[in-house]
């Protein structure tokens, strides 16, 4: 039975389904992976009889069944203790912290993202930057769980973050106060006769509130709404059913996203109109914001508004994570995170690699590092032993958003001059306000 909760791993927040393990559902072990058990056995032989020091058992047994699992992908890995409490902590999504979303690069802690309006975002903590110190002690090379321990605390206290961010030449200090984290998956404003709807991440009942949020836009503008931004920067994704509502509230026929493992019959095809009826938006244009921080959810989201052609994406080209993880419960306190899937859009592209490709690229110029970090952004497919997009994807296409846009010239001294601060949206917003019904009609010729 697949649950609706989000779940974040230590790389990206996938699109995951829950599902209780069971010895019925796993796959009878062959009789010649015997010879391969018994290497594994000889080697936990020689460790406890050999090693230095004396090694706990459950020590060997975690490390053997995570080096297992992170053999594979980026996204699969064995969870347990500290980290299977932090998990079960941000699906309850209140507790007491900087707001930060991270994972390990090469011994190094990276922020995904910081959640919009924590902390951590106040602060001016970006994503794509490195922590290296915590109150001027390094720590670099410590397991993640220590170093999100180390950033969790009692509300309305600091700590000094130091950071390097790509496109800068030196470290600096950020010092942040702690505060009670309550999640905040949907907010809305209106921009004068346009809606703006952040999902800042995808889980449990999204779709019911961005429909809420449509609806009270709507009696906000008297009526008189004339376009909506769906912004899904940033967002690092959350539960796949929540991505099909979502998708499911602007859609009214055809697929919205397939989902194809193993084995074919596994494979799961999810259709507009069978978790919410009708167009919430009424037709109206809508432009979804995506950018590198967009993964998983939100690239099911973009890809099959933008392959129906019920709206236009903008922004810069998607993180590029194709594939959907399940949670495989071993008890109370373990569980394995394991691929199990890709996911497809409606016209049968895999996003593995490539990415979401916006139909407008749109720099955010406002960003005074944003040039220098999107040449150096970490994507999917620089992760190590990601999945290969089967379809082919070439590198020259992977690297054609890291070329100059001759339209986009103003520099981010220029914006601010003009109350610019979010060049991006102000670019979505002027676009709806100039002919937003005409820039769609367009799109779909």
């Given at each position: ?263 074919p019959r596994d494979n799961e095809f999810y259709r507009a109109e069978e ?171």
């Amino acid at each position: 039975m697949k649950l609706a909760n989000l779940v974040r791993a230590s790389l990206l927040v996938s699109a995951v389904a829950l599902l209780p393990a069971t010895t019925a559902g796993l796959a009878a072990v062959e009789g010649r992976s015997n010879a391969q058990f018994n290497r594994l056995f000889t080697v936990y032989q020689i460790v406890k009889a050999q090693y230095v020091e004396s090694v706990d058992d459950d020590k060997l047994i975690a490390g053997a069944i995570n080096g297992m699992l992170t053999a594979l992908d980026p996204h699969s890995s064995y969870v347990e203790g500290a980290s299977f409490q932090r998990l079960t902590n941000m699906i309850d999504g209140n507790y007491s912290g900087l707001g930060l979303s991270v994972g390990m690069d090469d011994g190094a802690v990276r922020v995904i993202a910081p959640m919009k309006g924590s902390p951590a975002d106040k602060a001016g903590v970006k994503a794509g930057d490195y922590i290296t110190h915590l109150d001027g002690k390094l720590i670099y090379g410590i397991e993640l769980d220590d170093a999100v321990a180390k950033m969790r605390g009692e509300a309305g206290t600091p700590i000094r973050l130091t950071l390097f961010r790509e496109g800068r030449k030196d470290t600096f200090d950020v010092t942040v106060t702690r505060g009670v984290i309550d999640l905040e998956p949907v907010t809305w404003k209106l921009e004068k006769d346009v809606g703006v709807v952040s999902v800042n991440e995808f889980s449990r009942d999204v779709g019911v509130d961005v429909g809420a949020a449509i609806a009270d836009l709507k009696k906000q503008a008297g009526g008189k709404l004339t376009g909506l931004v769906l912004d899904l920067r940033q967002n690092p994704g959350g539960s796949l059913d929540e991505a099909v509502a979502l998708s499911d509230l602007f859609l009214t026929k055809g697929d919205i996203v397939s989902q194809r493992g193993r084995n074919p019959r596994d494979n799961e095809f999810y259709r507009a109109e069978e978790m919410i009826p009708g167009d919430a938006a009424k037709g109206l244009p809508v432009i979804v914001l995506i950018d590198a921080g967009s993964a998983s959810a939100s690239e099911i989201v973009a890809g099959a508004l933008q392959d129906h052609k019920r709206a236009l994406v903008m922004g810069e080209r998607s993180f590029g994570k194709g594939s959907v993880q399940s949670l495989f419960e071993l008890d109370k306190t373990r569980a394995i995170k394991l691929t199990t899937a890709r996911y497809y859009t409606p016209a049968g592209k895999s996003v593995q690699e490539g990415g979401i490709e916006p139909d407008i690229r749109v720099p955010q110029l406002s960003d005074p590092d944003a040039r220098r970090r999107a040449e150096l952004t970490m994507r999917e497919s620089d992760l190590r032993r990601h999945l290969v997009n089967e379809l082919g994807v070439a590198d020259k296409q992977l690297e054609a958003d890291r070329q100059d846009d001759p339209r986009f010239k103003a520099t981010p001294e220029e914006l601010k001059a003009k109350g610019i601060t979010d060049f991006q949206l102000h670019y979505a917003l002027e676009t709806l306000r100039r002919g937003g019904r005409a820039a769609l009609a367009l799109k779909g010729k």
